[in-house]
């Protein structure tokens, strides 16, 4: 994680402290306590949506809660940011009252599981290929690791499965459990995540689920035209008796086409090659020329971060903090991010006017700098910021 996720901390904390002021319904006394934060479906308050995730039945429903939150919070926390989280997690929460209201819960219901099915649904989006360890009880405990994938979808899978049985007959939540709640929950973080992503409002991750089921439907293209005949190694045509037919071959003009997409391909094409020969100023010629035509664009990690670097050496102050910003947007997750937007401070500060941009991204390095004398410089330029703007 590049962020410390202090909002996840403080739901723990929040849940457990309740907890232990004797809101719970561990017995009689505590359960009349209570009575009126649970959710009831057949009178729901709004203030019950918000109230019945902090409340839980005994130290069992506690603990299991707990658990999830913290396997599963904390990178989600550090991937949505502290505010988004809390949005996040708080909208979840509603969102799963609404759904056993309107799947025809009849049981007042409590519990952080809903949200904490949010946080998991969202987790199964962002992070698939992460590894869980599960402890199994087989007279005593084996652990053993599994795909965040398997596990969250079987989770998913499992709730869903059950949630359907019961509609089939009244509610009143097997074993006391709100399966309609945990199924809204995690649709709802699978949803919300997976549209986030494609609308690039959260980093792309080569690794993240969208990604993963392209990859998969590639490779299905690729397989069934090995099937058709084609040989990728040595290609020789589609295999008579399948439905290929021999065709005249001809010569193709080696001329790009003038279209916005040739174009661009042919500009990161020369800012590969320049790159290649350590021709730096090249590549950032070609890439400012990239920058003018391509929507969105973007190079791989390293060459960005190159470019950046050489534009700003080069004292093209406000190209070098356009590359340096589309970086983060992309490359959120980068190690050294908070250099990044040191650097980003420093440009907007010293050379662009930009006061407003300069203290946004100064206040982010310092929330993340550990070396000492990145975070001195850091903050005595926020400081000669706000003389300046006096």
Same mark, same amino acid.
């Given at each position: 994680?590049? &962020? ?11 849940n ?23 959710l009831?479906?057949d ?19 506690l ?20 505010a988004?989280?809390l949005a ?9 009252g609404?759904?056993?209201v309107l ?7 409590l519990?952080?599981?809903g949200?904490?099915?949010? #946080? ?5 989006v ?6 869980v360890?599960v ?10 690791? #599994? ?30 459990v ?8 995690y649709?709802?973080?699978?949803a ?23 990859? &998969? ?8 035209m090995?099937?058709q ?25 080696q ?10 391909l ?5 800012i590969?090659e320049?790159?290649?020969r350590?021709d ?10 990239? #920058? ?7 190079l791989?990690r ?6 950046a670097? &050489? ?17 983060l947007?992309?490359?959120?997750n ?15 500060g010293?050379?662009l006017?930009q ?12 929330? /993340?700098?550990?070396?000492a ?6 903050? /005595? ?10």
């Open positions: 994680m590049t &962020h410390t996720p202090w909002v996840n901390y403080g739901l723990l904390a929040a457990v402290l309740v907890y232990f002021l004797g809101f719970h319904a561990a017995d009689e006394a505590g359960y009349h306590r209570i009575k009126s934060y649970m009831h479906p009178s729901p308050a709004l203030a019950q949506f918000f109230t019945c995730m902090f409340l839980h039945g005994n130290f069992l429903h603990a299991g809660n707990m658990v999830f939150l913290w396997v599963f919070g904390n990178a989600i926390n550090d991937r949505f940011g502290h988004g989280y996040f997690y708080l909208a979840g929460g509603v969102l799963a609404i759904g056993y799947l025809g819960g009849q049981a007042p219901v519990g952080a599981s949200a904490i099915s949010a #946080v998991a649904g969202a987790y199964l962002l992070l698939p290929r992460s590894r360890t402890l199994l009880l087989l007279y005593v405990f084996v652990p053993f690791e #599994v795909s965040s994938l398997y596990f969250l979808a079987f989770q998913f899978a499992w709730n869903l499965a059950l949630t359907m049985g019961e509609l089939t007959g009244p509610y009143s939540g097997a074993g006391g709100a399966y309609a709640a945990h199924s809204s929950g649709a709802f973080g699978i919300t995540a997976a549209a986030l992503l494609a609308m690039r409002v959260l980093p792309r991750d080569a690794f993240d689920l969208l990604n993963l089921i392209r990859a &998969h439907h590639r490779r299905g293209r690729y397989q069934r090995v099937a005949g084609h040989d990728p190694f040595n290609f020789v045509g589609p295999r008579l008796g399948h439905g290929g037919r021999w065709v005249r071959s001809r010569s193709a003009g001329t790009t086409p003038d279209t916005p997409s040739a174009k661009e042919q500009f990161r094409r020369d590969a320049a790159l290649a350590n730096l100023s090249a590549a950032a010629q070609r890439y400012l020329q990239l #920058v003018q035509i391509a929507d969105e664009p973007v791989s390293q060459p960005q971060l190159d470019i670097n &050489h534009l700003m050496a080069s004292e093209q102050h406000a190209a070098a903090a356009d590359a340096y910003e589309r970086f947007k992309h490359y959120g980068y190690e050294f991010s908070a250099d990044i937007c040191l650097m980003l401070g420093l440009l907007y010293r050379y006017n006061a407003e941009s300069a203290e946004r991204y100064l206040r982010r390095a310092i929330d /993340s700098l550990h070396d004398r990145k975070l001195e410089l850091a903050r /005595s330029e926020l400081q000669a910021l706000g003389h300046r703007r006096r």
